[in-house]
């Protein structure tokens, strides 16, 4: 089955810098790719996917970029802000049936006022 | 609210009860998932539903844990004979197929899961 890593488990930034959340995958069929966010006690929403037509998609100051062939895809977020403070979930999934998708096991972000 | 809903929210119970959960997906969504989160981990996929047929059940759903839809609407969660280590974020989603198409799932808050 899939199986999907996650790094790194901790980030801590300054309010203004950049984050970057990579993942990577090891099903070569997997061809959907979402990235949720989820705050404390609070349900995973998701912020942006990316389907393995594309190579990279943005909206506003979130961006991710999937490689297919190494098999790997990450999260960019510019100029971070204290609300960006969160824990952010990778998964993968592929067309064909379920869509069940295999989740990362979590960022945690922290964004230093 | 037109999101997924679910309840209850927090559910506390003794080793040995029966503990059942809800569902409510957005209402013109075909598909339903379970799944169950524990602290420091992502979701972990339990089982589906497309209208009302359970389509899949991952070996992590012991014979304890049975999910009905039976309208092809809301969904239920029984756990029976609740042990410790079934204390756990009990996440439900819902999405809409098409056909040749990636879904995107929408979560509901969860229910959380104490099992003293």
């Known amino acids: 089955g899939e199986n999907v890593e996650q790094h790194p488990s901790t980030l801590s930034v300054q309010e203004g810098d950049s984050a970057v959340i990579k993942c990577t995958y090891s099903?070569?069929?997997?061809?959907?790719f979402p990235w949720y966010k989820q705050e404390l006690g609070k349900r995973p929403q998701l912020i942006i996917d990316?389907?393995?037509?594309?190579g990279e998609k943005k909206d506003q100051r979130i961006a991710v970029t999937l490689n297919k062939t190494a098999k790997h895809f990450s999260l960019h977020i510019t100029e971070t802000q204290p609300e960006d403070s969160a824990v952010y979930f990778c998964?993968?999934?592929?067309?064909?049936?379920?869509?069940?998708?295999?989740f990362g096991r979590g960022t945690s972000l922290i964004v230093h006022p | 609210d037109t999101g997924v809903s679910q309840n209850p929210r927090h559910k506390i119970t003794k080793r040995g009860q029966n503990v059942t959960f809800r569902c409510d997906p957005i209402?013109?969504?075909?598909?339903l998932y379970w799944y169950r989160q524990t602290l420091g981990q992502g979701p972990e996929f339990l089982t589906y539903?497309?209208?009302?047929?359970?389509?899949?059940k991952s070996r992590l759903l012991s014979d304890r844990f049975s999910a009905e839809r039976p309208k092809g609407s809301f969904s239920t969660l029984e756990i029976q004979r609740t042990e410790q280590g079934d204390s756990a974020m009990y996440l439900c989603?819902?999405?809409?197929?098409?056909?040749?198409?990636?879904?995107?799932?929408?979560f509901g808050p969860g229910t959380r899961l104490l099992v003293l």
């Open positions: 989603a819902s999405s809409l197929a098409w056909t040749g198409e990636q879904e995107t799932q929408y």
């Open positions: 099903d070569s069929a997997s061809n959907y």
């Open positions: 990316i389907r393995s037509n594309v």
């Open positions: 998964a993968a999934s592929k067309r064909g049936g379920s869509y069940i998708p295999t």
């Open positions: 209402s013109e969504h075909n598909r």
């Open positions: 539903f497309q209208n009302e047929a359970q389509l899949e």
